[in-house]
């Protein structure tokens, strides 16, 4: 509900709320009414409350019990001692009851000046259906989603659908409304909607809108990601005849599951969606959204050189325009589409904008996707912190929409600062729940990042082995090609030639199409890593120029870490000296502690004195944590805290890794030394 605006209905939650309820039954009826009057608008406004009580003959006296029992506060504005109250109130009281208090709070709010609010309570003071009461609740529901109130909107459509008796125009607010409700962050309810909708009278179009729905909410599911690609083409050949611009809207859904699932895939893959595309074309001048399709299924059929300059034009284009609510949902596609060409200016500046729509919009489906793209690109910027932050965010989405994920973004931290442990045992858990959800591209990123944990740590050989890994399916790009990086480095380092060669044909051919600092500087870079004697030096030089001009921190302090390595082993030590002086200054500074240490170790090997660091205290818990720690400390199982906390035993674990990676720790026992009374 507060998702909502308040336009929503109070949820129970059991065996709290039956303990308000028996103190409820001792109130008078008075009481009890404007208890439940209360609870029917939960906007707080006590002028409001206190018209609507006259509406039903109560006056002022009424409160009192309330205030005694400490149930509610009538003052400058209406507060429940707790929200469950509300929920217990609403959820006992009778129909007849709920659609008297909502009639009178109907008549206390203006239809003018307050004509969203004054369409919900005419709606729940309606029995039966009542086409006038459904339109003007769908009405509520565009203003709400043009001031980006999604939750509110799919409130509203849902009410107007039960509201409206004619068959056709149910199914399509039902329609509307499992459509704002998955994009709103609920998918349960999105599919109960989506079921009636597809119960509706038979209509092609709504029959095609009803299958790219469940086409986009495979996509976001925990589990169904591996259909995603195989219905959205399908519905996009459905969608040919009848909405031509729909339907490559949908070719590059399509294209956004297909690089979801990645390696994982069935029937239909990168490859598949791409032959599809190309079949079709744009109507007119080409916007951003039919250039990215292009440019993609050209990638993924000629490679980068037919591909990366559509793609750098819709990237472009995209940044120009206003990003429109409905387009959040190609976050992905099109953040996916700006780091493959290596664009990091684009990837920045996307993202952020279509954080804040999202945020703003309270679009819980899309939200994740966003994150995680703004945690990688934290990390690609040198900002572990930043990083680190985003992970609450994460988790926090994951618990209101049912949907927790696995703690992938704690890996990632994790493998920047060095904490081999966590990540070990973060990729044991979950590389076969990864593989189960067909989330091949996630687990590529996994091995990416293991690949960068070991690279840190000197460990070659473990390192070119999860690039290896990282990079076994050849149409995959985005982290596969960061993989690429990771690839040569550890190869070269381990004396594998051939590895390192072959994996920088690969890296060639797919960065020096992109004509950006980025993509051209990690390109340099691994040039001179494969390079023997002094050929080598120009091109460190050039990746340090290269790197200097973008957003590409780590890597440029790795490249001044290998530089300064290279350096080092040619004797010339004073040079040496600045480049991993460089490298260890910027390491600290991120955070990165096992390259900082590899850093430390070639700086001393120079001969240069190592001013003792001064390491940051480990991240603080946030409340949350803080309860979940001390439940743990105090011999509670995961289950018990969960309970306590309305929260499952997984996603309790799930905070426990994250306590244990900021105390800096590896099990509950630990917990009674560093947590203390």
């Excluded at 209406?78 to 009778?94: D, E, I, K, Q």
């Excluded at 080409?286 to 993924?300: I, K, V």
């Excluded at 946030?622 to 969960?642: H, L, M, Y």
Aim: charged share 25%; net charge negative.
């Amino acid at each position: 509900m507060r998702l909502a605006g308040g336009f929503g209905l109070a949820q129970g939650h059991g065996r709290l709320e039956e303990s308000f309820l028996r103190r409820i039954d001792d109130l008078s009826a008075e009481a009890r009414l404007l208890l439940l009057l209360a609870a029917a608008d939960p906007v707080g406004d006590s002028f409001l409350l206190r018209r609507a009580a006259a509406h039903l003959g109560l006056g002022p006296e009424a409160g009192d019990p309330l205030h005694a029992a400490g149930l509610l506060q009538i003052g400058s504005r209406v507060v429940f001692r707790h929200t469950l109250v509300r929920s217990a109130v609403y959820g006992a009281a009778s129909s007849a009851n709920r659609r008297r208090v909502h009639a009178a709070l109907a008549e206390a709010t203006s239809r003018e000046a307050d004509p969203d609010r004054h369409a919900w309570h005419r709606a729940y003071a309606t029995a039966g259906t009542d086409e006038t009461v459904a339109a003007e609740l769908a009405a509520a529901s565009d203003r709400a989603q043009a001031r980006g109130g999604l939750a509110a909107a799919a409130a509203f459509l849902e009410r107007a659908a039960e509201l409206t008796a004619d068959p056709g125009l149910r199914a399509d607010r039902e329609l509307a409304a499992a459509r704002a409700k998955y994009r709103a962050g609920a998918p349960d309810a999105a599919a109960a909607l989506l079921a009636g909708a597809d119960m509706g009278p038979a209509d092609e179009l709504r029959g095609a809108m009803i299958s790219l729905l469940r086409g986009q909410m495979a996509f976001a599911s925990a589990t169904r990601s591996a259909e995603a690609p195989g219905l959205l083409v399908d519905t996009a050949h459905r969608l040919e005849s009848l909405d031509p611009a729909l339907a490559r809207q949908t070719y590059l859904e399509a294209f956004a599951g297909a690089v979801f699932v990645g390696r994982l895939a069935t029937d239909t893959g990168l490859a598949e969606v791409a032959t599809a595309a190309l079949k079709t074309s744009a109507e007119g001048v080409p916007g951003p959204q039919d250039l990215l399709l292009d440019g993609l299924a050209r990638l993924y059929t000629d490679g980068f050189e037919a591909g990366t300059d559509l793609i750098h034009r819709a990237l472009a284009g995209f940044r120009q325009g206003v990003v429109a609510q409905d387009a959040i949902h190609l976050v992905y596609v099109v953040s996916h589409a700006a780091h493959t060409v290596w664009d990091d200016e684009a990837w920045q500046d996307l993202t952020m904008r279509h954080l804040r729509n999202a945020r703003a919009a309270g679009a819980l489906a899309g939200l994740p996707f966003i994150l995680y793209q703004r945690l990688a690109l934290h990390l690609h910027q040198g900002e572990i912190a930043q990083a680190a932050a985003l992970i609450d965010e994460v988790d926090a989405i994951g618990v209101a929409t049912g949907d927790v994920q696995p703690p992938i973004a704690t890996l990632a931290v994790a493998a920047w600062q060095g904490r081999e442990e966590t990540v070990s045992a973060v990729l044991s858990e979950v590389t076969d729940t990864l593989t189960e959800r067909g989330q091949g591209a996630v687990l590529t990123a996994m091995h990416m990042f293991g690949a960068v944990l070991h690279n840190g740590l000197g460990r070659y050989a473990e390192a070119q082995a999860a690039a290896e890994r990282a990079t076994a399916y050849q149409l995959e790009a985005g982290f596969a090609d960061w993989a690429l990086v990771e690839l040569v480095d550890a190869a070269a380092r381990n004396g594998d030639r051939v590895a390192a060669e072959r994996a920088f044909a690969r890296l060639a051919a797919r960065t020096g199409p992109s004509g950006t600092d980025w993509g051209l500087g990690v390109e340099a870079r691994s040039r001179a890593l494969i390079t023997e004697g002094a050929a080598a030096e120009p091109h460190y030089l050039e990746a340090i120029e290269r790197l200097g001009r973008c957003r590409a921190a780590s890597m440029l302090a790795r490249t001044h870490l290998v530089y300064g390595e290279w350096l080092r082993r040619a004797g010339r030590n004073g040079d040496a000296r600045d480049q991993l002086r460089m490298a260890y200054d910027k390491f600290s500074s991120f955070g990165a502690e096992a390259y900082a240490e590899r850093a430390g170790r070639e700086l001393a090997a120079t001969g240069a004195p190592i001013q003792a660091r001064v390491v940051a205290a480990p991240t603080e818990l946030t409340p949350q944590e803080r309860q979940i720690a001390r439940r743990a400390r105090d011999g509670q199982s995961n289950t018990e805290i969960g309970a306590e906390l309305f929260l499952s035993s997984r996603t309790v674990e799930w905070h426990l890794r994250k306590v244990f990676t900021k105390l800096a720790i590896s099990n509950r026992r630990e917990l009674r030394t560093v947590l203390r009374d």
